[in-house]
């Protein structure tokens, strides 16, 4: 079964910083990678996705994130972080359009002014 | 404008009375699905649809029941609440545009407490 692991629960980053958040998952075939993101009380919003080609993927608000066939991980990046990026990030993986879909717990993210 | 609709937004209720959480959506989109998210566990998926009439199980299903009659709407029912089921819901779809692979809009989430 496939599975997905974020080993930071919280991280807490000065603006203008840069920001790596990780994601490592378990998947039999050739993922489909995703990153969401969820403000306080908010639903989610879709970051970036990866389903093939160049491993390095561009998404919406400056991030990026790069798949890593070798070490399972989809790793997001940013390189100057704002006030308004604090949030919590879920990596997911899945197959086409939702089936079998999984999460990871979350990454929340703190930002100092 | 394109968008996932989910009613009610909050619902307290007790143990046993049954309800529905709706979902709604005007994209014409295939597949849907319905996630609880719990602190520290992200979010699991409940049940899934890949078109009308056709349901699967996802990781967490026991308690909860789906039907599909209508492409638009995939209502969440639960029969016997229960202080577990206690969650924040999302409903998501997805669906094919023009052979490219598309990706899951989520609703804005129902929050339920069950007593």
């Known amino acids: 079964a496939q599975s997905v692991t974020q080993p930071d629960i919280h991280i807490t980053v000065s603006e203008g910083a840069s920001l790596e958040l990780r994601c490592n998952y378990s998947?039999?075939?050739?993922?489909?990678l995703f990153w969401y993101v969820q403000s306080p009380g908010q639903g989610l919003q879709l970051l970036l996705k990866y389903f093939s080609g160049d491993t390095l993927v561009q998404g919406i608000k400056g991030f990026e994130a790069e798949f890593k066939r070798s070490q399972s991980s989809f790793n997001l990046r940013k390189p100057s972080v704002h006030w308004s990026d604090a949030a919590e990030y879920f990596c997911a993986v899945g197959a086409n359009y939702g089936q079998n879909f999984v999460f990871g717990p979350g990454t929340r993210l703190s930002v100092l002014p | 404008e394109a968008q996932v609709t989910q009613n009610p937004r909050y619902l307290i209720t007790v143990t046993g009375k049954k309800l529905t959480v709706t979902c709604s959506q005007n994209?014409?989109?295939?597949?849907m699905s319905w996630y609880r998210q719990d602190p520290g566990l992200g979010l699991r998926q409940i049940y899934y649809?890949?078109?009308?009439?056709?349901?699967d199980k996802g990781d967490v299903p026991e308690g909860y029941k789906v039907s599909r009659k209508e492409k638009r709407n995939f209502p969440l029912i639960l029969e016997s609440p229960s202080p577990n089921q206690t969650s924040l819901y999302f409903c998501a779809s997805s669906g094919r545009l023009a052979g490219l692979r598309d990706t899951q809009y989520f609703g804005p989430g129902t929050r339920l407490t069950v007593l």
């Open positions: 998947y039999g075939a050739t993922p489909y």
């Open positions: 994209m014409n989109h295939e597949y």
């Open positions: 649809s890949m078109n009308v009439e056709v349901t």
